[in-house]
């Protein structure tokens, strides 16, 4: 008897060690999902100074957005190869490194041309840790808190968004409007130092992905890992249970991507990742400032009124966080994009009002976010990361994830000439009109992951018939 007490305390023990060490590798991994936050954060807040300082167009205005998203473009695509071929921790740190590189390029910019390449930059990282990031995370956490796990990395970014905000409302609210248009908004920039030298540093003290070690047979090294995070009897069986699942899958990628399953689960996750962007959350994320403005707010008070846009982003992450293991990935994308084409057709309305009331513009707006934030926004990355192969995930969400930056660049480069040329009404009525879509394409095409192994979903795309106790 007190053997068999001393072995169920051994085993408590072990699993509090396990969620200590994943707790403290999964925080250093979101950090590149701060990264990600902050980087297209920052041009709210740096959008109208930018228009004074170069004198740029709508059109300009868009192209200065979005090349961040053109870079990011660029940057999925090199995850995708360089996740597979040097491993996600290397990948990681260099998407550090081009933070770094980004921040100091557009915070020294003295032209257009130069704040394009810096965003661009910076889109590349971007593209790199917004692939990396989740799919790390999803590769080493346990299966019945993954979606929690892979959830922090949307709560990195939405704190990194909201870290921005802040840091752009404190810098426009301490100082004259000649300084913040000539030399405000390079602090915004320039502030993104910072988080990018923290990330590449902690970096450091994370280990490779187990998943990945396994593709290039480091049987030892994977099964230490594991068993850090689920001890001695579950690491043995994930390990063989993931050494299974590569072999089931060939190594052409390109003739895997076309098996019946595969091609399935790829056609479902380029369309996720392109509704995630088609909500309007961008659009809104991007030009918050000018939409608050429009709407009567002053330039300080619409400034402070985005902050609360991060505030409200940070905190409903968090609940997502603690339901989507419960509630199920399906549910929640369902449900909250019927309530964003609710509030964007309400929006609609407000603005074709002949005097909108600010505060209902607001309330509209943070409602968008709430919905937003409890399911397209972490879910999709969450899905993402959990329905591909292990041996091409890496390929396989690059593809996805491309979509979804080809998506986004759309969103930025055109929404203020929409804007500009339909009015806010009809622009965000098309946006409720995708929000339907989306929701009746999740409820009928997606099924739900929640629960589940990575090997046991791949089984379930493939048409396997075997289960596991890892999924009980």
């Known amino acids: ?193 910072i988080p990018g030298v923290i990330f590449f540093c902690l970096l450091f003290f994370v280990p490779e992905s187990p998943r990945y070690l396994v593709t290039r047979e480091k049987y030892n090294q994977a099964f230490d890992i594991l068993y850090r995070v689920n001890g001695q009897e579950k690491a043995t069986a994930e390990l063989a249970e993931i050494r299974g699942s590569i072999a089931d899958v060939k190594d052409s990628f390109f003739k895997e991507l076309f098996s019946p399953g595969i091609r399935k689960a790829l056609l479902i996750g380029v369309l996720l990742a392109i509704f995630q962007q088609f909500t309007g959350t961008n659009a809104v994320g991007y030009y918050a400032p000018m939409i608050f403005k429009a709407a009567g707010a002053g330039t300080n008070a619409s400034f402070y009124d985005t902050v609360w846009i991060g505030a409200i982003k940070v905190l409903f992450v968090i609940v997502l966080m603690l339901i989507v293991d419960r509630a199920g990935r399906k549910r929640l994308l369902v449900w909250n994009g019927w309530a964003m084409a609710v509030f964007l057709v309400i929006l609609g309305i407000a603005f074709s009002m002949p005097h909108m009331l600010t505060w209902f513009v607001l309330s509209l707006v943070f409602l968008h976010t709430i919905a937003y934030e409890l399911s397209w926004g972490g879910g999709v990355w969450i899905v993402l990361s959990e329905i591909y192969p292990t041996k091409i995930r890496g390929r396989t969400m690059a593809i996805a994830s491309f979509a979804l930056w080809f998506a986004t660049y759309l969103v930025a480069q055109f929404f203020p000439i929409l804007l500009q040329a339909i009015g806010g009404t009809w622009t965000f009525w098309v946006f409720a009109a995708f929000c339907i879509v989306m929701a009746v394409f999740m409820h009928k095409a997606v099924p739900e992951t929640s629960g589940k192994t990575m090997e046991r979903i791949q089984a379930d795309w493939m048409g396997g018939e075997h289960s596991t106790t890892l999924d009980r």
Not at 26 to 37: P, Q, R, T, W
Not at 45 to 50: M, Q, R
Not at 100 to 125: D, E, K, P, Y
Request: net charge positive.
């Open 1 to 193: 008897m007190g053997n068999a007490n001393t072995t169920l305390q051994e085993q408590a023990d072990a699993a509090k060690s396990g969620v200590g060490f994943v707790t403290v590798v999964v925080i250093i991994a979101s950090l590149g999902g701060l990264l990600f936050g902050y980087d297209t954060g920052v041009i709210s807040g740096a959008n109208g100074f930018l228009q004074s300082e170069f004198h740029m167009t709508a059109a300009v205005t868009g192209l200065v957005s979005s090349s961040i998203d053109l870079g990011a473009m660029l940057g999925v695509l090199i995850a995708g190869y360089l996740g597979d071929t040097l491993g996600r921790k290397k990948t990681l740190m260099i998407a550090g490194l081009t933070f770094v590189l980004c921040s100091l390029l557009t915070a020294f910019a003295n032209s257009v041309a130069m704040l394009v390449i810096g965003r661009f930059c910076g889109g590349v990282g971007i593209g790199l840790a917004s692939l990396l990031s989740p799919l790390y995370i999803a590769e080493i956490a346990p299966p019945k808190i993954r979606g929690r796990l892979v959830g922090s990395n949307q709560l990195a970014i939405v704190t990194g968004i909201f870290i921005v905000y802040f840091v752009n409302a404190a810098i426009v609210s301490t100082h004259a409007t000649a300084w913040n248009q000539t030399t405000g908004w390079r602090w915004m920039f320039g502030m993104g130092v």
